[in-house]
């Protein structure tokens, strides 16, 4: 995600390379290439020129320290202005109702049903919410079905009145059956178009007005630029919505919405989606995003996905068992697993500080471990635990087991052999990295 954009902006700021302090001159040809670098990200072009100003009239304005060089001190300038740009700072979604009532609208494609199952899920993990999905769009044909799908895989219920084509009336009784069986949270999904049009303005107007949501979502497709902020705008002028929710930022984004839509419709972003699972949802931080579009990674994100998945007591027992050398395949497993619900392998790099332009064209593949997870799903639940029974016979059977050869069943044993005794040494399982730097962790 901005890739291009991080490259060009990167570019910009070597042509103060070598410069003894910002001037009027030296920064011109910066703020030219800068706002060049929006523009072809598809930034609404007001907004890119108001951000160049008030760029020059911030790096004017510094005395540049002795210790600082110039595009340095321009890097972090520009980083606060993006920053401000998006937002400023996080926003946080309404949930006050006696149950909450969020309404979720947007175009046809936008992602927006993905979008209600994520929120859902995202709400009753991290939020305590119990909630109750309704099924809103009467039109397209799969898309009660997808509800569904989601709901399922959630574990959230689904409201649906089959036969029924009005949403207003649906979403009405979704309310009322709330009330009833005791949900906190209600989720309505509502039906798109592939454009703007009167009708679906008129509907999703209606349905505002009959169940007077205490926050109202607008989802975009963050490819689509800036088609994105127009129609968010056009939204916004009919429905003045709460906040924008940002999906498919793991694809091949340019940025330009990200960068425009606060300013051109003054409504902060609060979601963005990275990927297709139900977890793949993160909340809008504008500081840790402009870190990510200036190539310096995003730590901070990456600390609380592990943290998400970090178990203290778990944590304790395996630092006890590394240091007993009792470390088992079972525990590489459970590693295996808990990195795997992080997100995708390329995002979490790229979360990395400088990690960003390395792996570009890297090609990461999400089922990195599929192999190795074959290999011990392959052996007996003995083995697992002691992997010291691994003699040949045993190995043969594994490899014919898990579609894989000897030779790979025989480097992942070693690997983790090898491993176990640093482990051993250090007495704690920091080096659990250095066996996940040699798997396969790409395509052949």
């Known amino acids: 995600m901005f890739d291009n954009l991080s490259e060009k902006l990167e570019r910009s700021f070597k042509l103060l390379k070598g410069q003894g302090k910002i001037t009027e001159i030296n920064v011109a040809e910066t703020l030219k290439d800068i706002r060049r670098a929006l523009l072809d990200a598809d930034v609404n072009f007001k907004t890119a020129k108001t951000f160049t100003e008030k760029v020059k009239e911030e790096a004017l304005g510094q005395d540049v ?12 300038i520009v980083h606060d202005e993006l920053t ?15 149950p909450a009532i969020i309404l979720i609208a947007g175009l046809q494609g936008s992602g927006k049903t993905t979008f209600t199952g994520k929120l859902a899920s995202f709400l009753k993990t991290k939020r305590s919410k119990n909630p109750l999905l309704v099924a809103g769009d009467v039109y397209r044909p799969a898309a009660i079905n997808q509800l569904q799908v989601l709901g399922e ?34 989720i309505i999904d509502t039906a798109g178009r592939l454009a703007v049009d009167a009708e679906m303005m008129n509907e999703i107007s209606a349905i505002k007005n009959a169940v007077k949501p205490h926050e109202i979502l607008f989802v975009v ?29 793991d694809g091949d984004t340019r940025g330009g919405a990200a960068l425009s839509i606060r300013s051109v419709v003054n409504k902060p972003i609060k979601f963005v989606g990275t990927g297709e699972k139900m977890d793949a949802l993160d909340v809008f931080h504008p500081s840790r995003m402009a870190d990510r ?19 203290e007591g778990e944590a304790r027992k395996l630092q006890k068992k590394i240091a007993k050398n009792q470390f088992s395949f079972n525990d590489f497993l459970s590693q295996i697993q ?17 990690m960003g332009k390395a792996i570009k064209d890297m090609d990461f593949d999400d089922d990195a471990f599929k192999e190795v997870e074959a290999i011990i799903f392959s052996m007996t639940p003995a083995e697992r635990e002691t992997p010291e029974l691994l003699n040949g016979s045993r190995r ?6 898990s579609g894989t050869s000897i030779q790979e069943v025989n480097r992942l044993i070693k690997q983790f052999e090898d491993t176990r005794k640093v482990m ?10 250095k066996l996940m730097a040699n798997m396969p962790m790409g395509r052949r």
Request: charged letters at 25%; zero cysteines; glycine letters at 10%.
């Open 65 to 76: 320290l002795s210790a600082v060089k110039p595009e340095q001190m321009m890097v972090k």
């Open 84 to 98: 401000k740009l998006m937002g400023g700072a996080s926003t946080d979604i309404n949930l006050k109702g006696e």
């Open 153 to 186: 895989q959630i574990s959230v219920p689904v409201f649906t009145q089959e036969g029924s084509k009005d949403p207003v009336q649906i979403a009405k009784d979704a309310i009322k059956e709330a009330k009833q069986k005791g949900f906190d949270l209600v």
């Open 221 to 249: 497709d963050s490819m689509t630029g800036q088609d994105a902020v127009n129609t968010a705008k056009e939204f916004n002028d009919r429905l003045d919505f709460d906040g924008v929710v940002l999906t498919k930022l």
């Open 293 to 311: 579009i200036l190539g310096m990674g995003d730590i901070v994100s990456l600390v609380e996905r592990a943290q998400e998945q970090f178990d």
């Open 338 to 354: 808990q990195i795997k619900k992080m997100g995708s392998l390329k995002d979490l790099a790229g979360m990395i500080p400088g």
């Open 396 to 401: 043969k059977r594994i490899a014919a087991g």
């Open 424 to 433: 051993k040494m250090m007495g704690q399982g920091k080096n659990l990295s």
